[in-house]
């Protein structure tokens, strides 16, 4: 989150920092984010937290609707 909040806030020397951090301790974070953030917090919100992610300089491909469903509509 310190790497998201600063990527969006423009503080690249910070959210850069809590990019390497997050990857020393989830080296896997690159195969697993969309699994991981998809199964606490909506699709709006992750695409959110991915875009600050990559302000930080996280190289992440893809998006979050290409592999997640949709809510179906309530009746």
């Known amino acids: 989150m310190l790497a998201v909040c600063n990527g969006q806030l423009g503080e ?8 390497r951090e997050l990857l020393r301790i989830r080296p896997d974070f690159l195969v697993a984010w969309r699994e991981e953030l998809c ?8 695409e959110h937290l991915i875009d600050g992610l990559r302000k930080a300089g996280l190289e992440i491909s893809g998006s979050v609707r290409e592999t997640r469903p949709s809510k179906p509509a309530a009746p």
């Open 12 to 19: 690249l020397e910070t959210a850069r920092n809590a990019v």
């Open 39 to 46: 199964k606490w917090w909506d699709v709006e919100l992750v």
